[in-house]
């Protein structure tokens, strides 16, 4: 169990082979071994969303997965999202509406939208705070990120945010 | 060389906070704030930094502008040591009232000098040219026409900053004043942005910091000289160690990789010395008023004591602000490289300079050989631990002359941010019956200093004394015009560690200011927004307040609130006004700001809802309206946040929160709406809008609490407690139908008698009067059998190891599934151990039993066992050598084996690889220590009988029984064991027992699961490690599952089968009415109690709701039978050291033991128990328990 293993791992559609630690965090793999910086430490508990990645298409707190806990699905960093230099749908809301400050919390906003959306779970205003209740900003960009999350979502904003 | 123009200014001593420096400053090198070159493009240099504020973006629109260069030509340098000026920390919202200043200037120098070189060229005179698009142009119709960067070539020029460059008039901006999209969005929405902690340097090691036990203190007699041993030979074969640095009370680990280095630090032993008594801030009002004070009377005006005498309104009141956190999203980080003499340091700091000057007294190197890199980091909003982690690099870096990386852990950043001070304001105010003011006298308290660099004080280099910094005074002046005040600010030393924190003392000082004032309007019968127009003697504040109230349709309201008592919703309305004044006293005002909100208090639990916010600034002009509305909401958001929920909770051993759980912020669902009124101004000098906008949000909360209830509330944070105990006390009792029936009860099987005493509990338990009842009794009982019977068998002769070949590969095969079906890896691996050589240490009421080494190992496996050897052994619990074998062991079930099976699983485990491994022996208690007792044990409660199927059931039930009581051994856990430690299987078969000190749940009728377990269920759960109707395998269960991934399908459903008969109980409730009565309750009690915050905070991301779009399990708690336990054993355990899902793609749960404390967590299961299993009794005297389990915990 706790001897490097190597380790087959599918990362924004590359696969890399890795001799880590089966407990290894997936953040510290993507972030230092695969110098993916979208995902950012934050908490490491699961708490903040700071980490988010895609895991098959659902969102994933990296801090808290152990590298062994992704199997054989792919993974998808923020990285990733962008194809060919264009940016994602999400990626674009998010520019267009200027959601960010510092912007460290900004990966876990993005991934989580993208996530939702995957399920088709934002039909209105409510569900994109719903979706991003356990995602932390401290910097108060919850106006701006709401409005990225529901232009991405195509759904209407509550009138007076 | 290329062509160059560069602006530079003579090199200047730094002021205020950045001179800390003991250094001598003299030939400062020339500071240079605009360089433009051949290619036309432009860079501006400042001396601060971009805070995630968006003051990249204004720079760089005020140099566009006055150079008349199109936006993206323009780069900027921001706070790097080597290249940027030296303009202090970036604090107080100055940057672009303040250090934009000599850089707008510069940039219209350059354009000069530009259209200078134009008119030599072209031969006419400068006054005809014009700029336009990085072009200088010349009149209509002439064909004079030169690029900057044309004018450029072949010119190194260099000119001195003329101070009093006119600029641009405003009127005539183009650039400055509009809506540009910041500049950093695109990258950081892309992950290209490079944070600080992003950097990565080639050959760069990982570090944790090991901080002292008094968290969040940084003086007293203790600091600095308490760590008594450190052992490094405990963790130096660690994998990837690296180094230990120890100096002082600083310690550090370096390793290759960064989760070795969490591991070692983890695992690295240290010893401190006893913690003295740290100051109690229980009652925070009186420690700030015992904290030793010096006046400093920083504003006297008029006759105070004509002012009280005689006064209608006369009014004293005291105002309390707690400890707060400025809490960044990322905790800090910082690389360093100590290469050629030169020490390089990438840090998120908000002061370079400054952070320079500390890391030269640090390392004993003169500042020009360090070079301070700054990075973008997490907003910080004040001092966090920016310098101090770049501190603790730069300490690495040269002691292992590699480049080193440190991050601070979530908890680390909690507990050692210097905090926002708690602040004491106590205030008496006079006026006339006709409301006009008369006497105002304010007192503050504000325990700060800047906050030394923490390795500087570890280290002891900088000794840890209480020293005060004169912060009190932002805005300690109100702004209303009373006839006479006396504005005292008592300086002090910090309490905890603390520094300036957005709105420094502003924030508190300004929420006593404008409670007050609308208190007095009150008692003068005026409303509120009139009586503050009335004595505000700022003409601008005025227009903006009533800017704001029109804004928000305020109704006048004047006289005392009149709350419906009988109402459970109660909603309300309050203002507020500040001007922010940052700087030293008398200091500078930055914006003003205005506040109108609206609030709804729930009087049946406290709960206080900000539903609506209109705030006002007047800012000057605004270089990017865009970039200042989002700061307004940024402030709006962090200040609601910071006004409801958030106090630094203090124990007996610093800061007691170290997660989000233990400090809640704002969360999405509690946004209010957001009104911004900007002022237009742009023809007024702009001012600093950083901070402004959270100056009045507490007082303008408190004074809508005031609206909505009648009751006034003097103390921050308006958390639910507070709240509602104040409501109670000053309000009518509310009469209400109960807010939230319980959700009815399920009927539940009759409670279990005394859980009894085996193999597989901890030595906690022994406490128990059954169970030093039963080991009396027991010794006993095992002497008096031991008289008659042979306590010792034969030994049987070694063999050599036999040959794998031996057997064929089809035995093999299924010898593994046996292998599998038994589990023999989850006893016999130790942590971290190889599978199968043993060395697991089992905590029994009897004492510590290794397991033993079942690889075919000579020496110390069981190479030299033979096949009668070893089936004896399973089957009888007698060792090759003829001792007897713990029952811990359950040969009791491996009797069921059959002969198939047995030889299988014996050639599998020949064919494993041999492992030299000497386990420790058993340490067991007399009288369980005399082996040859377990004979008459033996005769007592074994059976040696093979497996009798059942004809009245189906092959597969029978097939199900075989292995579930053979093999599978379950009943050695699940089935309670008497005092003896013997299984009770005739009477309480699969009733629930224990297994590593986790309680292995019945699986009978008795269990205690909210849902029968079915076939499918027990199938789901074995064969993927998850039962959506009862949760995932966890604990012990894991590696069953695991290992059952080698059966097949046909058998786990047997056992599925198997197991499902002995649970008969009806199906009561559905999994969907389990959750949702249970959301109700979860709705109901949010943030009303330490448990449910911790769960909102901590918990809930995985726990709450339906988030179809997350990965992993997300276990319902309202289906767990855990939650339903008679004991709290499993969930306390699982809750201390999380637990990883058996299969890929469930996911895992972070351990919660290190960052949250036995008090914190018997909140947290106290609450999980009242709102999971309300029906359920609660559980008692859980933060004793929880420290006794964490005692056993691995
Ligand atoms: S860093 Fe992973 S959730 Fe916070
Ligand atoms: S933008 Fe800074 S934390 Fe969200």
């Avoid at chain 2, 910080?380 to 603790?392: L, Q």
């Avoid at chain 2, 200091?587 to 609206?598: E, F, L, N, Q």
């Avoid at chain 2, 986790?998 to 064969?1023: G, K």
């Amino acid at each position: 169990m706790n001897v490097a293993q190597p380790l087959e791992l599918l990362v924004n559609g590359q696969l890399h082979t890795l001799a880590v630690l089966p407990t290894t965090s997936l953040l510290h793999v993507l972030r230092n071994d695969l110098r993916l910086n979208g995902p950012k430490y934050g908490c490491g508990l699961g708490e903040c969303g700071a980490c988010t990645v895609l895991i098959g298409d659902r969102a994933a707190r990296a801090c808290c997965t152990p590298v062994s806990q992704v199997g054989v699905l792919p993974v998808t960093t923020l990285e990733g999202l962008e194809q060919d230099g264009v940016l994602d749908e999400v990626q674009r809301a998010f520019v267009q509406e200027q959601a960010a400050q510092c912007g460290y919390c900004l990966n876990g906003m993005i991934m989580t939208i993208r996530a939702a959306l995957n399920q088709g779970c934002v039909k209105s205003f409510e569900d994109a705070k719903q979706a991003l209740r356990f995602n932390l900003c401290r910097c108060g960009t919850h106006v701006e990120i709401l409005r990225a999350a529901c232009l991405a979502c195509g759904v209407m904003l509550d009138d007076a945010s | 060389m290329t062509g160059f123009l560069e602006i530079v200014r003579a090199g200047q001593a730094p002021k205020g906070l950045s001179a800390r420096s003991g250094q001598k400053l003299e030939n400062l090198p020339d500071e240079l704030f605009i360089r433009l070159d051949e290619t036309g493009t432009a860079t501006g240099y400042c001396g601060h930094v971009d805070l995630g504020t968006g003051i990249r973006t204004a720079l760089t629109q005020i140099i566009a502008e006055e150079l008349d260069l199109p936006f993206d030509q323009v780069g900027m340098v921001l706070g790097d040591t080597e290249k940027a000026p030296n303009q202090g920390a970036t604090i107080a919202s100055e940057t672009i009232q303040v250090s934009a200043v000599p850089l707008r200037r510069a940039a219209a120098q350059a354009r000069l000098v530009l259209l200078t070189l134009a008119a030599s060229r072209a031969g006419i005179r400068a006054e005809t040219l014009r700029t336009e698009d990085g072009q200088v142009l010349g009149p209509e119709g002439s064909n004079v026409r030169f690029t900057y960067g044309e004018l450029l070539v072949g010119h190194e020029l260099r000119e001195r900053l003329d101070e009093a460059q006119p600029v641009k008039d405003p009127a005539s901006y183009k650039l400055v004043g509009t809506r540009v999209p910041r500049v950093d969005i695109p990258d950081k929405a892309t992950g290209r942005a490079v944070y600080v902690h992003d950097v990565g340097v080639p050959g760069m090691l990982h570090a944790r910091v090991v901080r002292p036990p008094y968290g969040g203190w940084d003086h007293g007699p203790f600091f600095g000289c308490s760590l008594q041993s450190v052992d490094r030979d405990a963790v130096a074969r660690m994998p990837g160690f690296v180094d230990l640095v120890v100096v002082g009370d600083f310690i550090a680990v370096v390793a290759e990789r960064e989760e070795q280095a969490e591991a070692i630090a983890e695992a690295l032993p240290v010893k401190w010395a006893p913690l003295p008594p740290v100051p109690d801030l229980s009652d925070l009002a009186e420690a700030l008023r015992q904290n030793p004070d010096t006046p400093r009377v920083v504003s006297e005006d008029g006759d105070l004591g004509a002012a009280f005498t005689g006064a209608a309104i006369d009014l004293q009141r005291s105002y309390l602000w707690p400890y707060q956190m400025h809490g960044s999203i990322g905790p800090s980080c910082s690389v360093a490289d100590w290469r050629e003499g030169v020490l390089t340091v990438w840090s998120g700091t908000q002061n370079p300079h400054m952070l320079r000057a500390d890391l030269a007294l640090l390392t004993n190197l003169p500042e020009a050989s360090i070079e301070v890199i700054r990075h973008e980091a997490a907003g910080c909003y004040g001092r966090n631990c920016a310098d101090d982690v770049s501190g603790d690099a730069a300490l690495l870096a040269l002691r292992i002359g590699r480049p080193v990386r440190v991050q601070l852990t979530r908890a680390q950043e909690h507990v050692w941010e210097p905090k926002g001070a708690a602040q004491l304001m106590d205030v008496r105010g006079a006026a006339d019956a006709d409301g006009k003011l008369r006497g105002y006298e304010f007192n503050t308290r504000y325990p700060s200093n800047v906050s030394p660099l923490l390795s500087l004080v570890l280290t002891g280099i900088v000794p840890a004394a209480p020293v005060a910094v004169p912060m009190g005074d932002r805005t300690s002046v109100p702004p209303y015009d009373y006839d006479a005040r006396k504005i005292t600010v008592h300086d002090m030393a910090p309490i905890a560690r603390a520094s300036w924190f957005r709105g420094v003392s502003a924030m508190p000082n300004s929420f006593a200011h404008d409670c007050f004032i609308d208190e007095l309007a009150v008692a003068a019968g005026e409303d509120p927004i009139a009586y503050r127009l009335k004595h505000l003697p700022d003409e601008r504040a005025k227009d903006l307040l009533s800017a704001v109230a029109e804004r928000a349709a305020w109704q006048p309201r004047p006289g005392p609130a009149q709350p419906n008592v009988q109402a459970r919703i109660l909603r309300g309305r309050g203002a507020a006004y500040a001007q922010y004044v940052h700087g030293t006293f008398p200091g500078v005002p930055a914006a003003w700001s205005a506040w109108i909100t609206d609030v709804e208090v729930d009087r049946a639990t406290g709960r206080v809802s900000v539903t609506r916010v209109v705030a006002g600034q007047d800012s000057g002009m605004m270089v990017n309206p865009a970039g200042v509305q989002h700061q307004i909401e940024g402030n709006v958001i962090q200040s609601v946040s910071r006004a409801l929920k958030e106090e630094v909770p203090f124990d007996a051993t610093g800061v007691v929160a170290k997660e989000w759980g233990g400090y809640p912020i704002l969360t999405f669902p509690e946004l209010p709406k957001i009104d911004v009124l900007m002022v237009p101004r742009q023809d007024q000098p702009p001012m600093g809008a950083g901070e402004s906008a959270s100056v009045p949000s507490a007082a303008a909360i408190a004074n809508a609490l005031y609206d909505a209830t009648g009751v006034r509330f003097y103390e921050l944070p308006f958390t639910p407690e507070r709240v509602k105990a104040r409501l109670d006390e000053a309000l009518s009792p509310l009469s209400l139908p109960e807010m939230s029936a319980p959700m009815s009860a399920l009927p539940r099987p009759g409670t279990q008698g005394p859980a009894s005493v085996g193999w597989g509990q901890r030595i906690g338990r022994l406490v128990k009067v059954s169970g030093l009842a039963g080991l009396a009794a027991g010794g006993a009982a095992l002497g008096a059998l031991a008289a008659g019977m042979l306590p010792l068998r034969a030994p049987i002769a070694p063999v050599s190891k036999p040959d794998a070949a031996l057997f064929s590969q089809a035995a093999i095969a299924r010898g593994r599934q046996v292998a599998a079906a038994g589990d023999c890896a989850a006893c016999h691996t130790a942590p971290g151990g190889t599978p199968m050589a043993g060395g697991l240490k089992l905590e029994t009421a009897f004492g510590t039993i290794v397991t033993t080494n079942i690889t075919p190992d000579l020496k110390t496996g069981i190479g030299a066992w033979s096949y009668p050897a070893f089936a004896r052994a399973m089957r009888e619990g007698i060792s090759r050598d003829g001792k007897h074998l713990y029952p811990a062991f359950p040969y009791t079930s491996f009797a069921k084996i059959d002969e198939d099976d047995m030889q299988a699983l014996y050639a599998y485990l020949m064919s494993l690889k041999p492992v030299e491994n000497v386990v420790p022996s058993s340490q067991l208690k007399f009288p369980f220590n005399q082996r040859w007792l377990l004979a008459g044990w033996n005769t007592l409660f074994a059976s040696s009988a093979p497996f009798t199927p059942d004809p009245t059931k189906s092959a597969s039930w029978n097939r199900g029984a075989y292995l579930v009581e053979g093999i599978g051994h379950c009943s050695a856990c699940h089935t309670p064991r008497n005092a003896l430690g013997a299984e009770k299987l005739k009477t309480a078969y699969l009733d629930g027992g224990e297994a590593e000190g986790w309680d292995a749940p019945a699986l009978s009728s008795l269990s205690r699961s909210p849902l029968p377990w079915t076939e499918q269920d027990i199938y789901d759960y074995l064969r993927t490690g998850f039962s959506s109707r009862h949760g995932p395998a966890a604990g012990p269960m894991a590696p069953v599952v695991e290992g059952m991934q080698h059966l097949p399908d046909s058998d786990v459903r047997a056992i599925a089968e198997y197991i499902s008969s002995f649970d008969s109980r009806n199906e009561e409730a559905s999994a969907t009415r389990l959750d949702e009565a249970a959301a109700q309750r979860l709705a109901a009690t949010a943030g009303t109690s330490l448990g449910a915050r911790i769960f909102s905070g901590s918990c809930a991301a995985c726990h709450e709701g339906d988030a179809s779009f997350m990965f992993g399990n997300r276990p319902s708690l309202a289906l767990n039978t855990n939650l339903f336990a008679t004991k709290p054993d499993n969930l306390i355990r699982i809750i201390l050291d999380g637990s990883t899902a058996a299969l890929p793609s469930g996911g895992a749960m972070p351990a919660f033991g290190n960052v949250l404390n036995d008090k914190q967590i018997a909140a947290l299961v106290a609450y999980l128990r009242r709102t999971f299993a309300p029906d359920e009794p609660a559980w008692h005297d859980l933060p004793n328990y929880i420290a006794k389990i964490r005692q056993t915990a691995h």
